[in-house]
């Protein structure tokens, strides 16, 4: 949980034994992520472990680290920073973890943790050893009662930015998720999108993608976003096609943040004045965050399944006597060409050249 206000946290973790400890070490790892370190080193090396953690990681987010096999000792003494050790012999916690806290503002910490006995060296080697009430228990709760104390319990608040977002409930269980490229093209054919429909979203995508790579968008969001953002015209070509759209993949449980992308994706966005005349439920539909303008800049810039060009574009709403969804589309156009450094319209020439070649 790197901030301002302190340095990275690694948790050290000894005496792992691969095949007794395997259970122990993972909650140990566990809890590291949830509860707020970077990264956690293990001393014995397993493969197994690693992969498994990476796999919360990628489906959970974060950008957790662990490292097994490595010397426990020359890491911990080696380690340039303030070196903890976590014993029931140590300090008590309290007593301490201000003047960790003060110590930490701007160095990295490490923080040791055992498994049966843990050889005197740490003890020697730490900077503090440190207490979570002075009777035996275990690695597990030791390590969750520092971190919470350390970061005064605001880690439980961290977000995570995962492919699978748990929606908290009081009753039963919900996950949302961030499709991918695969998982989305097939939420299209399972409602029985057309050719038309597929060939669309697809030049969307690769228009979206280009753009995003200019920006710090999440690429993830865009990528679903794009490819699912005319979903709802499986069912109508009406204004109404991104609410129903939308509606569609909250049905699936989508991330939010994609159904968003969806909803706002008409033109350069329409307000809730515009929307009450539309028929459509009265509320603003403009594109807020990065990743909705692009797609809906993106979507802007395609038709059909072909790129044109934004004078083209502003033509074709002048035509139909659209002058304010006009101004809006150029405006859109010129702010993302500002976070871009470059003109959205000239990225879009690209994304085509490179078409055709
Ligand atoms: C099951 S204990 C075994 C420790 C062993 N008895 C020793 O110290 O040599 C494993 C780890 O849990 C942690 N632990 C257990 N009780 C603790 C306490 N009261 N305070 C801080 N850490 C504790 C320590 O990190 C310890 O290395």
Known sequence: MESEHHGSITVLRIGHRPFRDKRITT???????????????????????????????????????INSGVNWKKYFRDFNGIRLNLSMYGINVDDKIEEIREKTKNRDMIVLVGAEKVPIDAYLIADYNIAIANQPHSEVSALAIFLDRYFNGKELHKNFNGKLNIVPMEHGKMVKYIPDEKEALQILYDNNASDRIIRHVKKVYELAMAISGYTNADRRLVAAGSLLHDIGRTKTNGIDHAVIGAQILRDKNIDDRIINIVEHHTGAGITAAEAKNLGIPEKDYIPETIEEKIVAQADNLVASDRIISLDRVIQNYHEKGLYEAAERIKMLNDELSKICGRDIDEIARDVDDAEKQ
């Open 27 to 65: 909650h140990v790892s566990l809890v590291a992520r949830a509860f707020g370190a970077d990264r956690i080193v293990i001393d014995e090396k397993d493969e197994l472990l690693e992969e498994n953690i990476n796999n919360v990681v990628s489906r959970f987010g974060g950008d957790f680290k």
